[in-house]
């Protein structure tokens, strides 16, 4: 056999070039379709930075204009009404507490119904849809709309912070439940449990770290959206940012905001740590 199959071989490459058979290459893929849109993209940044009304020249004199307004407000701070300051950090960080408690209790079930093997198709595109509307609507469109409703109070930024959290919140919710392994939730369908039993038994434990986390995460968002919304009166350090920043009262401005960014810096330190703790253990 190793004769004929060296016959063979030999025969086969004794065969003239032009008798062998020629392998053909395969087709280059087409760009054409990359192409387009990337030059579709580049018309439409184009014809945007064409029609906005700006004078890009006066984005010289923008390093100077910066540099004297930091200079107003953090030469020479006015330290006289940092209680005042201080208690009104507190009101946005109660604010964006209670929007995360509100945002969490409401969406962590709607989202657990929004996941695949939970809750019926029919439930679950809705759920998805209602999360997308949430979404797509900022938070300071929600606060204006509640204004005319609940007034000038903090209530109504965090009602507003709660209701717009409830988008991502869900989302975040239904996703971490789809890519948990299916172990528990196979041993819980074999032991005859139901959807209630497969939740509680099998996902919810399995869920528990990632939600306590993405919770935390809603709270450090919040306390920076916390400041926004007071800006359009939902109380808060944003109502008293915005106040003196009408009056020019510059060495104020720059005390509100050396506040808010030692706070924020100091509630993302906590709740990361938090975070790690709860995701990796002691």
């Given at each position: 056999?190793?004769?004929?199959?060296?016959?063979?071989?030999?025969?086969a490459?004794s065969?003239?070039?032009?008798?062998?058979?020629?392998?053909?290459?395969?087709?280059?893929?087409?760009r054409?379709?990359?192409?387009?849109?990337?030059?579709?993209?580049?018309?439409v940044l184009?014809?945007?930075?064409?029609?906005?009304?700006?004078?890009?020249?006066?984005?010289?004199?923008?390093?100077?204009?910066v540099?004297?307004?930091?200079?107003?407000?953090?030469a020479?701070?006015?330290?006289?009404?940092?209680?005042?300051?201080?208690?009104?950090?507190?009101?946005?960080?109660?604010?964006?507490w209670?929007?995360?408690m509100?945002?969490?209790?409401?969406?962590?079930?709607?989202?657990?119904?929004?996941?695949?093997?939970?809750?019926?198709?029919?439930?679950?595109?809705?759920?998805?849809?209602?999360?997308?509307?949430?979404?797509?609507?900022?938070?300071?469109?929600?606060?204006?709309?509640?204004?005319?409703?609940?007034?000038?109070?903090?209530?109504?930024?965090?009602?507003?912070?709660?209701?717009?959290?409830?988008?991502?919140?869900g989302?975040?919710?239904?996703?971490t439940?789809?890519?948990?392994?299916?172990g528990?939730?196979?041993?819980?369908?074999?032991?005859?449990?139901?959807?209630?039993?497969?939740?509680?038994?099998?996902?919810w434990?399995?869920?528990?770290?990632?939600?306590?986390?993405?919770?935390?995460?809603?709270?450090?968002?919040?306390?920076?959206?916390?400041?926004?919304l007071?800006i359009?009166?939902?109380?808060?350090?944003?109502?008293?940012?915005?106040?003196?920043?009408?009056?020019?009262?510059?060495?104020?401005?720059?005390m509100?905001?050396?506040v808010?960014?030692?706070?924020?810096?100091?509630?993302?330190?906590?709740?990361?740590?938090?975070?790690?703790?709860?995701?990796?253990?002691?």
């Open positions: 056999m190793n004769a004929a199959l060296d016959s063979r071989s030999r025969t490459t065969r003239p070039a032009s008798e062998r058979p020629v392998l053909a290459l395969p087709p280059r893929p087409s054409l379709g990359q192409t387009v849109a990337t030059a579709v993209v580049g018309l184009l014809v945007s930075a064409a029609t906005l009304d700006v004078e890009w020249s006066d984005l010289r004199e923008l390093p100077a204009a540099a004297e307004y930091a200079a107003l407000m953090f020479d701070p006015d330290w006289s009404r940092l209680p005042r300051a201080l208690f009104e950090m507190w009101r946005s960080i109660s604010m964006a209670l929007g995360a509100l945002c969490v209790v409401v969406s962590i079930p709607l989202g657990m119904l929004a996941a695949h093997g939970v809750g019926p198709a029919w439930l679950r595109l809705a759920l998805r849809g209602l999360f997308a509307v949430i979404r797509a609507v900022p938070e300071v469109i929600i606060a204006l709309v509640l204004l005319t409703v609940t007034g000038l109070t903090p209530f109504t930024g965090a009602l507003a912070l709660g209701i717009a959290g409830i988008g991502t919140q989302k975040w919710t239904y996703e439940v789809e890519t948990l392994r299916d528990a939730a196979d041993a819980v369908r074999a032991a005859g449990g139901g959807r209630t039993a497969l939740v509680r038994w099998a996902l434990p399995a869920a528990l770290p990632a939600l306590l986390s993405f919770a935390l995460y809603r709270f450090e968002i919040n306390i920076r959206m916390s400041a926004v007071g359009v009166g939902a109380g808060g350090i944003g109502s008293m940012l915005a106040n003196y920043t009408n009056y020019r009262e510059w060495d104020t401005v720059g509100l905001l050396i808010v960014v030692v706070t924020t810096m100091a509630v993302d330190s906590v709740s990361g740590a938090l975070r790690r703790r709860i995701m990796e253990g002691a």
